[in-house]
C-alpha cells in the first residue's frame, strides 16, 4: 500500500534524519557550546573594563566680516551656516592635535604606567601605588616593555626585565636618582616597616611609555561630535582607568582654552613691545633736546618775545604733533602692508597696529591672524588639495584683498593729510622768520620738546590701554559641562560569551555535519532499504558477546536476537526459487561485522525447525566457526582441498540436534590458491545431496578474493553489515558485486542494530510482543502460546 507524502511540509524520514543527527551529536551540541562559553567567560574576565569620560565645550565661531562675508557668501544663506561648520571641523582637528595632547600628557606625567598581577589577570592602577617613578631618560629600547618591579624593604626596591636573552634584575634605593645604561630616574616612596611586610608579596609590574606612543594612544581614544545647528563640542576619552580618563579630559579641555588665549596673548605681546620700544626712542631724544637747551641757554642772552610770536610757535608745535603721528601711522601702515603680502599663510604674529584707532583694521587683522593659525591646524591631517582647504584659502585671499584695498586708501589719505599739515607748517615759518635768530632757535628746541612729550604722553596711554586690555581678554571657548564619567562602555562581555558559544554551537554542527556526510553509518534496516535496491531480509539488534560457551539462539530463545533469526527463518523460503536455495554463502565486506556469528546462529534457528543443516567453515584463513561451536579444528575443509581427508572423515555429527559441522581445518600457507580447486565443487555439490540446507561461511570481502570464488557455487549469498561499520559505499560496492553474479539470490541482513533502533521492530501491544520482519511478515508470540522452535 503506498502513501502519499507530497501535501507534508516535513516528512518523517527528515524528521528521523535530524533526530539521528542529534542521537549521534549530542554530545558535540552540549560540550562544544559549554566549552566555549567557559572559554569566553575567562576570556572576558581577563579583559579589562573600558570606561568613559564625557564634557562639552562651547566654541566661539570665527566671525567674517561684513564685507568679506559679502564677497565670500553673497545672497547664499547657507554660506554663514558652512562657514561655521568648518570651523567646528577645524576646531576638532586641534582638540586631537599631537601638540596639544601633548601638554595635556606632560602636565599629567603619564609616563609611566603602574600595573598589579594577580592570579588571574593584571590591573592597571593609577594614583594607587605606594610608590611614584620619575623618569629622567630611557633607553629607547626599554620603552613599551613590561618591567617587574619589587620591593624589598623600606629602603629598597628592584626592577627586573629583559634585555636580549638575558634578565637584567637592578636593586636601588627609594628617593634616589639612579643612573644606569638603560634608564635614569627616581622612585619615591615613604614605607614603615608595617607596610612593607604587606607589599613585598605583591607584584607590581611598570611600562615606561615614549611620548609618541602616548600621543597615539590618548589622541586614538578621543571621540568628537558636535551638537547639529550649535556650536558645542563633545568631546568623550575611553581609558582602561576611569579617574585617568577624567582627569585626561579635563586637562586637555584646559590646555585647548588656553590654547585659543595664546594668539590674544601674543598679539598684545608684541603690541606691548612696539610701544616700549617707541618710548625708549622718544626718551632718548627728549633727553638729548633738554641737553642742547640748556647749553644753548648758557651760551646766549635770552631776550623776551612777543605774545603773539610766542602763539605762532605754539601753533607750530602742534602742527609738528600731528605731523608726527601722522608718521607713526603711516609706517604701521606700510609694516602690515608688507605683513599681507609677504606672508602667504603661515600663522605669524602681525606687526604692532593697535596705535591706529581703527576698528575695521583691528577686526580683519585679528581675523586673519585667526584663518592663518586654523589653516595650518588643518594641514596636520589634510593636504592642500582638500575641499575645505580650499574653501578657506578663498576666505583668506578676499579677505587678505580687502584688506590690502583698505591699506591703499589709507596710505593715501595719510600722506594727503602730512601734505596739508606741511603747507601750514610752511606759512607759519614765513609768519615766524622776522623773529631774532636766538630767540627763534630756542623756540625751535622748546617745540620739539614740547612734541616730543605730547608723543611720549600718548605712548604711555596706548601701553597702559595695552595691558588693560590684556586683563580683559577671555578665551574663545569655554567649559559649559565639566568632564565626568560614564561608567563602563565596553567589551561586551555579554556578547563576547554568547558569540564565543554561538561558534562552539556551530563548530559542533560543523563536525557533526562532517561526521554525518562523510563517517555516517547506516544504523537501521529502514535507512538501509532506502540506500539499497538490494533486498533486506532482517535486522539483528545488539547481542551480549558472553552467551558462556552457547551459541545466542540457544542460551537466550527468547531474546530478541533469537527473534531475528526466526524471522530469517521465515523469510529464506520468499527468495527466488524455493525448493532450489540449499547452499547459503555468508560473508561481509569488513572483518567484525558478524559473518560467523550469523552463520552458527543461522544454521541452529534452521536446525531448529527440524532442517538438516551442515555449516561449513571455507574461512581458511582466520578460522571462527570451530571457536563458537567449540569443536576440534584438528581437520576440515582444508584437509579434504588438500586430499589428505576424505568428506566423511572431516564432518563432525550432531554437533547440535540436526546440525553437522565441517570446520576449517589447519590454516594452510597457500588457502586461495586451494579454494580454486576442483574439489571445492565436489564438496558442495555433495553436500547438497546430503542436507536440507549447507551454510558456507567465508571471509570477508574486501580483504580475500575466497568469497567471490566460492560465490559461483551457492544458491543464495547473505551479505552481513554491521551498523558500526556499515557504510553507503560498502553498500555501493555490494550492488556493483551483485550485478556481476546475475542469476544469484541476494540479501542483505544489518547486525547489531542499537536498542534505541530496534523499537522499529519490537513493540508492545495489549501486553503481548510482536516482531516485524523483513519485508512486513510477521511472526508473534505471547507467555501462553510460546513453547520451543520445534515446528
Sequence with gaps: MSHSKENNLIDTDDLRIIGKFLSKNWLFLILFPGIAAAMGYIYTYRLPNIYAAKTEIMIKSQESSMMESSLVGGSNPYARIYQQYGNMQDQKRVMTSYDLTEKAIRKLDLGVSYFIVGRLKTTEQFHNTPFFIKLNSVNSGVYEKTVDFKILSVDEYSLSFERGEDLVTNVHKFNEE??????????????????????????????????????????????????????????QVTDYIPARAKTFLDTLSKVYIEHTLEKEISINENTLKYIEKQLGEVTQILDSIELELENYKAKQSILNISRE?????????????????????????????????????????????????????????????AMQISRSEELFGKTEDSQSIMYGDKRLENLRNTILVYLNKSKGAITEKIGQINGQISELTELIRDVPKTQRDILNIQRKIAVNEKMYLFLLENRASTVIARASILPESTIIEKARSLGVIGPNKTRTIVLATGAGFLLAALIGFIRFLFFDRIESTRELKKTTSLSVISGIPVYDSDAKGKVEVEASPRSGVAESFRSIRANLQYYGRLSGHKTILITS????????????????????????????????????????????????????????????????????????????????????????????????????????????????????????????????ALFVLNSQKASREGVRYL????????????????????????????????????????????????????????D
Aim: hydrophobic share 35%.
Design 309 to 369: 610770536e610766542e602763539e605762532y610757535f605754539k601753533q607750530l608745535a602742534e602742527f609738528d604733533k600731528e605731523k608726527r603721528l601722522l608718521k607713526l601711522r603711516l609706517e604701521s601702515v606700510y609694516s602690515l602692508e608688507t605683513y599681507i603680502i609677504t606672508n602667504e599663510g603661515e600663522p605669524l604674529v602681525p606687526p604692532a597696529l593697535y596705535i591706529l584707532d581703527d576698528d575695521f583694521l583691528k577686526t580683519s587683522i585679528n581675523e586673519l591672524y
Design 735 to 790: 550492488e556493483e558485486f551483485v550485478d556481476k553474479l546475475e542469476t544469484k539470490s541476494t540479501a542483505l541482513i544489518l547486525n547489531n542494530i542499537k536498542i534505541r533502533k530496534w523499537k522499529y521492530y519490537y513493540g508492545k501491544v495489549s501486553g503481548k510482543y510482536g516482531y516485524i520482519y523483513g519485508d512486513g511478515y510477521g511472526y508473534g508470540y505471547g507467555s501462553e502460546n510460546y513453547n520451543s522452535d520445534d
Design 589 to 716: 565486506l569488513h572483518p567484525g561485522e558478524g559473518k560467523t556469528f550469523v552463520s552458527t546462529n543461522l544454521a541452529i534457528i534452521l536446525a531448529k525447525a527440524n532442517k538438516k543443516v551442515i555449516i561449513v567453515d571455507f574461512d581458511l584463513h582466520k578460522p571462527k566457526v570451530n571457536v563458537r561451536l567449540g569443536i576440534d579444528n584438528d581437520k576440515g575443509v582444508s584437509s579434504y582441498l588438500i586430499g589428505k581427508e576424505e568428506l566423511n572423515n572431516i564432518i563432525k555429527k550432531d554437533v547440535h540436534k540436526n546440525l553437522d559441522v565441517i570446520a576449517a581445518g589447519p590454516v594452510p600457507p597457500n588457502a586461495s590458491e586451494i579454494i580454486i580447486s576442483d574439489r571445492t565443487e565436489q564438496i558442495i555439490d555433495a553436500l547438497k545431496e546430503r542436507y536440507d540446507y549447507v551454510i558456507i561461511d567465508t571471509p570477508p570481502l574486501l580483504l580475500i578474493s575466497d568469497s567471490q570464488v566460492l560465490v559461483n557455487h551457492v544458491d543464495m
Design 178 to 235: 639612579v643612573k644606569t645604561t638603560s634608564y635614569s630616574l627616581i622612585t619615591y616612596a615613604n614605607l614603615t616597616e608595617k607596610a612593607v611586610s604587606t607589599l613585598k608579596d605583591i607584584d607590581y609590574q611598570v611600562v615606561y611609555h615614549s611620548m609618541g606612543s602616548l600621543v597615539s594612544k590618548f589622541s586614538g581614544s578621543i571621540t568628537l561630535e558636535d551638537e547639529p545647528y550649535t556650536s558645542i563640542l563633545k568631546i
